[in-house]
């Protein structure tokens, strides 16, 4: 059974399917809880990480040291932390650009957690179906739904799991992050403390 003090031992060995992963993405306006005033403060003062893009996001998560859980894409009022079962060198099948929140549906940098660790804090995977599904649910499992009506609402391929949660993530979490490539790793780790290792993904040989 695994530690939460595990660690991935390098990038040639990565056990990625015993590890589920947060994306972090660009955040075209405020960060959650700083005003619309603050955010334009920002911008025009060019303060480190005003563009709120996947890496400003990723450092904004790690000074703050937690995963905080949303309600906006989720129907009803649980506020989850979406998970995703689909490694990042499979993001060339998930990523799309959406036009509605002006960003790509997902970007090569995020948290991967082991499975085992969540499983412990409340993780469940999705329920996809279509919308009658929602009210035969039990009201404790309904954070877990997601509309599924294919061909025009089809999300299945996201593989997605919900934490019902904010994740404190503290230093003994058997956790790394990914990036891009390695100046972004080190440019992460200049700005921020970061408990975690850094996996950049252009390192990664292809499994």
């Known amino acids: 059974m ?27 306006g405020p960060w959650p809880g700083q005003t619309y005033r603050d955010y334009l403060l920002s911008l025009l003062r060019n303060e480190p990480g005003c563009g709120h893009d996947g890496a400003d996001t990723l450092i904004h998560i790690l000074s703050e040291k937690m995963l905080r859980a949303g309600s906006k894409l989720v129907r009803g009022t649980q506020p989850v932390v979406s998970w995703s079962a689909r490694p990042p060198f499979e993001l060339a099948e998930l990523r799309k650009w959406n036009r509605a929140l002006i960003r790509w549906t997902f970007e090569a940098y995020g948290i991967a957690v082991h499975r085992h660790s969540l499983r412990r804090l409340g993780i469940q995977p999705v329920i996809y179906g279509p919308a009658r599904i929602y009210e035969r649910l039990l009201s404790a499992d309904r954070f877990r739904f997601q509309l599924h009506m294919p061909p025009h609402c089809c999300w299945k391929q996201e593989r997605e799991w919900r934490l019902p949660a904010d994740l404190c993530l503290r230093a003994d979490l058997d956790a790394f992050l990914f990036v891009p490539d390695e100046r972004t790793g080190e440019l992460i780790d200049a700005q921020v403390a970061c ?13």
Not at 195 to 207: E, G
């Open 195 to 207: 408990p975690f290792p850094i996996i950049s993904l252009d390192r990664v040989p292809a499994p």
């Open 2 to 28: 695994p530690t939460d003090t595990a660690r991935p031992a390098g990038t040639s060995n990565i056990p990625w399917r015993n590890y589920l992963y947060h994306y972090t993405r660009s955040c075209p």
